[in-house]
Structures are given as C-alpha cells and as structure tokens.
C-alpha cells in the first residue's frame, strides 16, 4: 500500500474537497482522483461517496481513517527516533496532556528539558480527554500525561502515577467561610458549586468523592475551563475544588483563599501512559525521566 495514496486519502478525508486537498498536497487535482481511485480499487471499498457538488466519507472511509492516521504516523516517528539515536541535538518531542496537567504542571518539566535539549522541537497538545486518547490510539503522540481518574484501557496501555494532586476548595476574600481554619462539607449545602462540565474527569472524581460523604450539592455552575473557574470564585460567582497547584499564585497575592474541608481530602494521582508495545523516542524517554523525577 502506498504511503502518498494513504497521505492523500487522510487529506481529502479532512477538507473534503479534491481542489483544496491538491492545494494541500500541491498537486493536481486529476493526481488527487487518481491517487483515490487507485486506494478504492486496492481496497475493493468505495471510501468516498459523491452526491452532487459535495464529498462525504462512506462508512468505511470512517473506518479506514484512523488505520491510515496510524500508519503514517507511525513512519513519521520511526524516522524521527532513528535520528535521536544518534544525537539528541534535534527532534521532537510530541505529546498531549490534560488542560490542568499542561497549564499547570508541565510548564516548569518542560523548562528543565529544554534546557537540556534545547534542539529538541516541543509540541503539547492540550485538549480534552476524549480528542487525547484518539490522538494517542492514531499515534498522533507519542504518550499522555492526565489525571489517572482519566478512563483508559491499561491491558493496551502502559500507565504509570508520578505525581499526587490535591484539590482544595476555594473561595474568595469576601466570602462568610474566608476567615474560617475550615469548613465542613454541610457549610456548603447553600453554595453555588463551580465545576467543570458533567463529563468531565475532574466532575466525576468530585461527585464520587461527595457520594462517598453522602454530601450532594444541590447549586451548581458549570465552567468548563480552570482559569475562567477560578476568575468565577474571585468575582463571587460561587465556590469551587481545584488543584491546588493551579491556585498558588492567588493564593499568594490574596485573590482567592483555600480553606480546608474536616475530615475531606480530594487527592487524585497524575499519571503517563503510552502503548504498552509502542517504541518511545529517546526524547520521549528522557522526558519521561524527569516526570518520575517529580515524584522523588
């Protein structure tokens, strides 16, 4: 099978257009029909249907897709590790990570890193959990780095926690509870609780963490990003439990106030996972050092 067949179907694939998708692949666009038709007739499947002036993906194109993300991905990289066998002094370093995880706590590894292996490209890709582990199973990156609350397949995956994260509630100055050593989970039945969206990682652990208390806040305010969470506390839109590594700063300056919760605690791990048979670059590896160096 033909790695430039494959190439052109995964472009076509995505604008869906033999005229943008030979502009991307600058050729011509009897070349990109041509390219099609051939993989069509190879795999005896139509992977496009042609309705009018407009493309769409059959059935098993969708299914042929990520088969063929992988296997050009998977070039990509294997060229990329045989030149870091050698030398270190170029490369790239691609991976993704949950928003807390890249925002957050990656930023200074990172540093450690390229300080390191300042010829080594880096690319994060921070997204939610879902795009991470398609782009992990499409060998779009090479590992993530999530909250372990993050559901994964560890008979496919080899998953490590190098990091313990502990979430904290938060409120802002002016609030009743901010002069307070602690609180108790009952002192929160009348506050607006701000959370991430219902799906997500972080919502699940919490609500199974306050199902564990008998504790169900009947208030609550749905913000899927940590930062505008954490502006909604200070401008007293309500309460929230974040990682209180994301808060250190306004905790410091006195824009928000933690506040311990009797007999609570909220701590989750922070892990990487890869392919369990996967081949990790020697810049992934070294990478990875410094996470599990984060633990010691």
Known sequence: MNLTKLQTFI???ECLNFTEAAEQLYCSQ????????????????????????????????????????????????SKEHIKQLESLAYGTLSFGASNFVGVYLLPAILSDFNKKHPGI????????????????????????VVSDRVAIDQTRFQATTFYQDELVLIVNPQHRLAQKNECTLEELANETLILKPNKSATRTFLEAKFAEFGFAPPNYMEIS????????V??????????????KQETKTGLLVEIPIKGVTFQRGISYFYHRNKHLS???????????????
Do not use: C, W
């Open 30 to 77: 009897p070349a990109v029909s041509m390219q099609i038709q051939s993989l069509e007739e190879e795999l005896g499947v139509p992977l496009f249907d042609r309705i009018g002036k407009k493309l769409y993906l059959t059935n098993q194109g969708k299914h042929f897709k990520p088969y063929a993300e992988q296997i050009i991905n998977l070039v990509h990289s």
């Open 121 to 144: 490209k880096i690319n994060m890709n921070i997204t939610s959990s879902n795009h991470l582990i398609h782009m992990l199973e499409s060998n779009k990156v090479e590992f993530l």
């Open 282 to 296: 020697p810049a992934a590896k070294e990478f990875i050092t410094l996470l599990d160096q984060k633990s010691t």
């Open 225 to 232: 990003n940590l930062e505008a969470i954490k502006q909604g």
């Open 234 to 247: 200070i401008h007293g839109l309500g309460v929230s439990i974040v990682s209180n590594f994301a808060i």
């Open 11 to 13: 472009t076509l694939s």
